[in-house]
């Protein structure tokens, strides 16, 4: 089993609309948890962090449930400029190395 | 906005020989990171640097792979005799704290012929 699950999509979503991602993660040692954008053969660049409170940072809000083991982020307003890639991270517990999934693609259409 | 910088953007090189990928962190960063990505799947973790030591290390990381930090700016990753299944992006990255989210450099593209 993959330690970081998310669907791949695409997503396939029009201007404006609201669209949202989970990922699931099986280590219960999982300790920090991110959200990455990656553009197309482009390096991952850190969107948010994602906090047990849930934060929010303009548009997007990142919402983690530590007992069933999810992470979610949600777009709303979608932009043309949304369109990428976009990627669950975790880490452990005294560990810095950050475990990917592979990531879930969006498409944001005229 | 702070940038990590890796050259070459592309590197072609033949089966057998070796390469040296190159990257400048963050000036104020303490932790350094090499990743990898083969074209179509997901970012992967190959080595720490924190203190002029490896800090933690990936199965992937074998004795072909070594880490360096010559002169306190530049951070480089050899690989001693590359193989076809080196062939991928590889991302270097860096960091002012554990546990933070690094930034990552935009990558140099290993093409093993």
């Known amino acids: 089993r993959k330690e970081v699950e998310q669907d791949p999509g695409p997503f396939n979503v029009p201007e404006g609309a609201t669209v949202a991602f989970n990922c699931t993660y099986s280590?219960?040692?999982?300790?920090?948890f991110f959200w990455y954008r990656q553009d197309c053969r482009k390096e991952p660049k850190l969107l948010m962090s994602?906090?047990?409170s849930g934060n929010e940072d303009g548009r997007f809000t990142a919402q983690l449930n530590r007992a069933s083991q999810y992470i979610s982020l949600l777009i709303r307003d979608s932009k043309l400029s949304d369109s990428a890639t976009y990627l669950c991270?975790?880490?452990?517990?005294?560990?810095?190395?950050?475990?990917f999934g592979t990531g879930t693609r969006l498409q944001v259409f005229p | 906005e702070p940038e990590v910088t890796q050259t070459p953007s592309h590197q072609v090189t033949q089966m057998g020989q070796e390469v040296i990928l190159r990257c400048v962190p963050i000036?104020?960063?303490?932790?350094f990171y090499w990743y990898r990505q083969i074209l179509g799947q997901k970012v992967e973790f190959l080595v720490s640097f924190y203190n002029n030591e490896i800090s933690e290390k990936s199965e992937i990381f074998d004795d072909q792979f070594s880490v360096e930090r010559p002169d306190g700016s530049n951070f480089t990753l050899k690989i001693r005799s590359t193989k076809l299944e080196d062939s991928a992006m590889y991302f270097c990255?860096?960091?002012?704290?554990?546990?933070?989210?690094?930034?990552f450099g935009s990558g140099t593209r290993l093409t093993v012929v």
């Open positions: 990255a860096s960091g002012l704290r554990q546990g933070n989210g690094y930034t």
């Open positions: 991270v975790v880490s452990h517990y005294n560990t810095d190395k950050l475990i």
């Open positions: 000036s104020n960063h303490l932790y």
């Open positions: 280590n219960s040692a999982s300790q920090s």
């Open positions: 994602v906090y047990s």
